[in-house]
C-alpha cells in the first residue's frame, strides 16, 4: 500500500508525466526524507533560486490521511533568503488532498511566461492561465478556486509579496495555514505560478483495515484523553506570551530587553477573551489549534469619509505566538487589536510575518541611530508601537518602494550589510529569530539546524529544562543532535510537531507495521540522521559554512534567564557540534576546509 508515484510538471513546456519511486518511498517514508533526496537529485549546483529551472519539491508520506495529527506537507526548495535550504512544511488540507489524489510527491519546475495556476483532480492534471487571479490575495484566491465537489480540495496560494519576489513572502494553505518563512511565495512568482488547487477523491487503499483502526483509535484516545496536546486546543502556543514573559525570556524591542510591560494586553489569554471567534483544525486532528480572532475592517472606507454610520467587514486572522511576538512584543504593540491588524496585513499580501517583524524592529533602530533617513523611508518615521507607521512600510516593501525597501524586501542581513547596524539584525542563519531568548540551546540550535528553524531541534526546550543548572557544553550540543536526528524521522512522516509527545518511537514503530512497513528504532533513527546529513550535503554544496554565520552581538547583551550569555561558550558548541557530526561521517565544512581538518 507504499504510494510512490512522483506528479512532475513543468510550467515552460507545459509538460505533465509521473513517474513511480518505490526506492524512495520505502527508504525514506515520504516527507522531509524524500523531499531532501529530491532535493539533491533535482537542483544543480549554485543554481539560482529563481532560475526557472530550480525546482519546488512537495511531499506527502505513507501516513498521511491515516493516523490523527499526521497532517503536514513538506516543500523543499532553494531559498532567496538563505541562499540553500528552504524548507518549510504546512498543515491543513494540502498533504491529504494530494495523496487522496494518487500521488506521494509534486514537483514543479520551469516559468510561465503568465500567470498560471496548476490544477489537479486525480489523474487529470491542467496548467490554467491565471491572469485574473494576479494581484489577488490569497485569500481572495483560495474563495475563486475552491469547489463544490465530493473529495478533500485544497488551494494554496501567493499573494503580492510573492510575485513581487520578496525573499521572505509564504504561500498560504486553505486560508489559515502557511509554507513559510523561507521565500517559497517567491519562487511561485519567480515561475508566475500564482496558485495549486488539488482535489483529491481517490480515498486510499488499506490492506489491514481492521488494524489500521484499532489503532487509528489508540493513538486518537492518547491525544484526546491525555494532556499531551491540551495546551494547544486552549490557548495554542500564544500561550507562551505570558510564561516567557514570566521567565524573562520574551524577546521586547528588537530584543534589547526580555520582558515586556503590556505582555498581558497581548497575550493568549487577552485574545481568548475578547477576539476570539473559533478554533479549527486540519483534517484527522481532534485538537482545534488554529485559532482564529475576529477582525473588524472598514468596508469601502475611500466611500465613508464623513459619514455617521461606518459600514465594516469581518475577517477571521489566524494567530500563534510567533507572529505576536514578532509583530508584538518586539515592536512594543500593546493594542490587540492592532496587533491583530498587523498580522492580517501579513496573511493579505502573503508575508512572513517573523521576519516582517524582525525587519521592522530593526528599521526602527536603525532611524533612531540616523543611519537612515525620511527620504529612505519615503516619510514615514517607524516608532515603536506605531501599527499605522508599520503598516505603510509593510506596504512599501511588497511594493518595493525605492532602494531602501528594496533591502527590507531581501530580509534583516541584507539590509544591515547595507545600512549598518548588523549588531541587531537578529538573524541566524539569514533566518529571522524565533520569539525565545531562553539561554543558550534557542541560539545554537537554529543556528545549526538544517533550516535555522526553532523546530529543528527544540533548542528553546533544552533551556528551560536546565534552569539553574551549570551549563555542560556537550549536554546541550547532544541534546541538538538527538533531538534534530528523531524529528526529521518525525517530519519524514508528516507528522504535526505539536504531536512529538504522542508518537513515540515504539508508537510510530506499531502503526507503520499495521501498514505492512516493518522498520526498527534503530532503522528509524539512522534514517534522520541521514536525512539530516542529505539537507547539509546540500547547503555545505551551495556555499554555506556553519562556523563563518554570524550572531548579532545584541545576544550577548540581553538577559536571559541563564543571564547574559558567553560567547565563547557558544563558540565551543559549535565547535563541538562539528566533531560530533564529522564523527558521524558528515562534514559540515566547505571541501577545501574539510581536507585541511583532516590534513591536521
Known amino acids: 500500500m507504499m504510494l510512490s508515484k512522483v506528479l512532475y510538471v513543468n510550467l515552460s513546456n507545459k509538460s505533465i508525466n509521473v513517474v513511480d519511486r518505490p526506492d524512495l518511498f520505502s527508504k525514506y517514508l515520504g516527507g522531509s526524507g524524500v523531499a531532501s533526496k529530491l ?73 510561465s511566461d503568465h500567470p498560471v495556476a496548476l490544477e489537479i483532480m486525480d489523474d487529470e492534471v491542467k496548467i490554467r492561465m491565471a491572469d485574473s487571479l494576479w494581484g489577488l490575495s490569497p485569500l481572495d ?27 521572505y513572502s509564504n504561500v498560504i494553505v486553505d486560508r489559515y495555514h502557511h509554507f513559510g518563512r523561507l521565500g517559497l511565495g517567491a519562487i511561485f512568482g519567480s515561475k508566475k505560478l500564482k496558485a495549486i488547487s488539488v482535489l483529491g477523491r481517490k480515498g486510499i487503499q488499506i490492506d489491514n483495515p481492521i488494524d489500521v483502526k484499532d489503532m487509528y483509535d489508540k493513538i486518537n484516545q492518547k491525544v484526546v484523553k491525555s494532556d499531551e496536546m491540551a495546551k494547544y486546543h486552549y490557548l495554542g502556543t500564544s500561550a507562551n506570551m505570558l510564561e516567557l514573559n514570566e521567565l524573562g525570556a520574551l524577546p521586547t524591542r528588537n530584543f534589547k530587553e526580555s520582558r515586556f510591560e503590556d505582555a498581558k494586553s497581548i497575550s493568549g489569554e487577552a485574545m481568548a477573551e475578547s477576539m476570539l471567534r473559533r478554533k479549527i483544525s486540519c483534517p484527522g486532528c481532534p485538537i482545534a489549534c488554529i485559532h482564529l480572532a475576529e477582525l473588524r475592517t472598514g468596508f469601502a472606507p475611500e466611500h465613508e469619509k464623513g459619514k455617521k454610520e461606518i ?23 500593546k493594542d490587540r487589536r492592532d496587533l491583530i491588524l498587523l498580522i492580517y496585513h501579513c496573511e493579505k499580501l502573503g508575508l512572513d510575518a517573523m521576519m516582517t517583524g524582525t525587519v521592522l524592529a530593526w528599521a526602527t533602530e536603525a532611524f533612531e541611530e540616523g543611519r537612515i533617513n525620511l527620504d529612505d523611508t519615503e516619510g514615514i518615521k517607524p516608532e515603536w508601537g506605531d501599527a499605522e507607521s508599520y503598516i505603510k512600510m509593510i506596504d512599501n516593501i511588497v511594493e518595493m518602494k525605492n532602494k531602501f525597501y528594496v533591502k527590507l524586501a531581501q530580509g534583516v542581513v541584507a539590509a544591515s550589510e547595507k545600512y549598518g547596524g548588523k549588531e541587531y539584525a537578529m538573524a541566524l542563519g539569514n533566518n529571522g529569530m524565533a520569539g525565545y531568548i531562553t539561554g543558550y540551546g534557542c541560539i545554537v540550535g537554529p543556528l ?19 534552569i539553574n543548572e551549570p551549563i555542560k557544553i556537550e549536554s546541550i550540543v547532544d541534546f541538538l543532535i538527538e533531538q534534530e536526528d528523531w ?28 501498514l505492512g512497513i516493518n522498520k526498527t528504532q534503530e532503522e528509524l533513527l539512522n534514517m534522520g540522521k541521514e536525512v539530516f546529513h542529505n539537507l547539509y550535503k546540500f547547503k555545505v554544496r551551495e556555499g554555506f559554512e556553519l562556523e563563518a554565520q554570524n550572531i548579532p552581538k545584541r545576544i550577548f547583551e540581553v538577559q536571559t534567564p541563564h543571564g547574559k550569555l558567553d560567547f565563547k561558550l557558544i563558540k565551543s558548541m559549535i565547535e563541538y557540534y562539528i566533531k560530533r557530526r564529522e564523527k558521524e561521517g558528515i562534514s559540515l565544512r566547505p571541501e577545501e576546509k574539510a581536507i585541511k581538518e583532516l590534513l591536521k
Open 39 to 111: 532535493l539533491l537529485e533535482e537542483t544543480k549546483p549554485k543554481m539560482d533560486p529563481f532560475s526557472p529551472e530550480a525546482p519546488i519539491i512537495f511531499t506527502t508520506s505513507c501516513m498521511t490521511g491515516i493516523f490523527p495529527c499526521i497532517v503536514k506537507a513538506v516543500s523543499m526548495f532553494k531559498s532567496p533568503l538563505t541562499k540553500n535550504l528552504g524548507e518549510s512544511h504546512a498543515g491543513g488540507h494540502f498533504a491529504s488532498a494530494l495523496r487522496f489524489a494518487g500521488y506521494a510527491a509534486l514537483i514543479i519546475r520551469g516559468a
Open 141 to 167: 484566491v483560495e474563495k475563486v478556486l475552491r469547489k463544490n465537489d465530493k473529495g478533500m480540495q485544497s488551494v494554496i496560494s501567493c499573494g503580492r509579496a510573492g510575485e513581487n519576489l520578496v525573499y
Open 311 to 333: 459600514f465594516h467587514e469581518e475577517v477571521s486572522v489566524p494567530y500563534n505566538y510567533e507572529p505576536m511576538y514578532a509583530l508584538g512584543s518586539n515592536l512594543l504593540i
Open 448 to 466: 545549526v539546524g538544517a533550516r535555522h528553524s526553532h523546530l529543528s531541534n527544540s533548542g528553546y526546550s533544552i533551556d528551560q529544562k536546565i
Open 487 to 514: 524529528l526529521y524521522v518525525f517530519y519524514s512522516l508528516g507528522a504535526c510537531y505539536f504531536a512529538r509527545r504522542i508518537y513515540s518511537k515504539e508508537l510510530i514503530v506499531e502503526a507503520l507495521k499495521t
